[in-house]
């Protein structure tokens, strides 16, 4: 900056005195800077008055040795670069090639970010509890000519369905559209139409949740654990739960006090999402059970046969790594 200062006081210097470097004076600049021990030391803290000479053969020296220096600079770059993204990854999407794999990252740090973000994405939706997960009913008739107003062919046919939901169902439910979306409008149904608590949740499931501790411990939770313990006490908590709010919907009084009471339980908080999470345990524990009932050769529904064909369900223990539990991640139930 000194150098260029000076220049301009004295222009006609500048323009008599300033010349190109041939390709030659690089390398051999650069071979010197290699060798001067001297040059070395100037260039430890660049923002030190002796690192930024004032005349013109010193200046360009500096500047062969900072090209020299560039990699490094530019790995301290990299390594920021690197950090800044494992804070915040929707910020450095511009590290990643057209076909959205990241060029710096092993494959396995990049499977990790993958999953915290997805568990930060779940996580998130229950930290606003002002908002509602299942809306009030709606008319169906008036829903189908708002969402389908247009005049096309595929707008006509679609209200024409809807017409003819109509005839048996006057109204429908607005759901909160992520990955819990088909766990929480079973549950929702539940808790809304049931007239008594179910005889399969009872105090058994917490006996066989303790008998499949291996299964289950490394359940994955969209929100915090609890500190009283590790996958097996969340989910005994989570179960014990759902059945005292089940109990407590089955005991309402009138369908206003039901509406009243699940309205103000499904608010997108964490003890919806406890829920959920019990009901994804009660599907686990209908797999073991159905699987040892068909190796036993006893009758079972016809889709067992087709569930457990596949090769990612071939066992509880493979439908639980490879489908359940992603379910309210990475994916929908029906998916």
């Known amino acids: ?17 300033r010349t190109k470097p041939s390709r030659g004076a690089v390398d051999q600049t650069s071979e010197s800077c290699k060798k001067s021990k001297h040059v070395g030391q100037s260039l430890k803290k660049p923002s030190e008055k002796d690192a930024c000479p004032s005349r013109h053969g010193k200046s360009r020296e500096m500047t062969t040795c900072s090209r020299q220096a560039a ?37 396995e740090e990049i499977e990790l970010e993958r999953q915290e973000k997805q568990l930060s994405n779940a996580a998130s939706v229950f930290n606003s509890e002002d908002q509602t997960s299942v809306s009030a009913p709606e008319d169906l008739l008036s829903y189908s000519h708002r969402e389908w107003k247009g005049n096309t062919a595929k707008s006509h ?27 929480r409008a079973a549950l929702f149904q539940l808790f809304n ?10 105090d058994a499931e917490i006996v066989e949740l303790q008998c499949v501790q291996d299964l289950v ?23 014990k739960l759902l059945k005292a ?73 493979s439908f639980l790594t490879n489908h359940l539990r992603h379910v309210g991640f990475s994916g929908g139930l029906e998916q």
């Open 157 to 183: 046919l679609i209200r024409k369905g809807y017409e003819a939901v109509a005839q048996k169902f006057e109204a429908l439910r607005i759901v909160r559209g992520d990955n819990y979306c088909a766990l």
């Open 245 to 317: 709010r089940w109990q407590e919907a089955v005991e309402c009084q009138s369908p206003e006090e039901r509406e009243s009471f699940c309205q103000e339980l499904f608010v997108g908080g964490r003890e919806e999402y406890e829920l959920l999470e019990a009901l994804k345990f009660l599907m686990l524990k209908t797999v073991i059970q159905l699987h040892s009932d068909m190796k036993k050769g006893s009758s079972v529904p016809e889709f067992c046969w087709l569930l457990f064909a596949r090769d990612t369900s071939k066992c509880p223990r």
């Open 217 to 239: 411990e490394d359940w994955r939770f969209p929100f915090p654990r609890r500190d009283d313990g590790g996958a097996v006490k969340q989910l005994e908590y989570c179960l």
């Open 71 to 107: 990699p490094e600079k530019e790995a301290k770059t990299f390594n920021q670069d690197s950090r800044l993204c494992k804070q915040r990854p929707e910020e450095m999407s511009a590290a990643e090639d057209d076909n959205g794999e990241d060029l710096y990252r092993a494959a």
């Open 1 to 17: 900056m000194r150098a260029s200062q000076s220049a301009v006081k004295n222009g006609a210097s500048r323009r008599t005195n």
């Open 193 to 202: 139409k049931s007239n008594k608590l179910s005889n399969w949740l009872q």
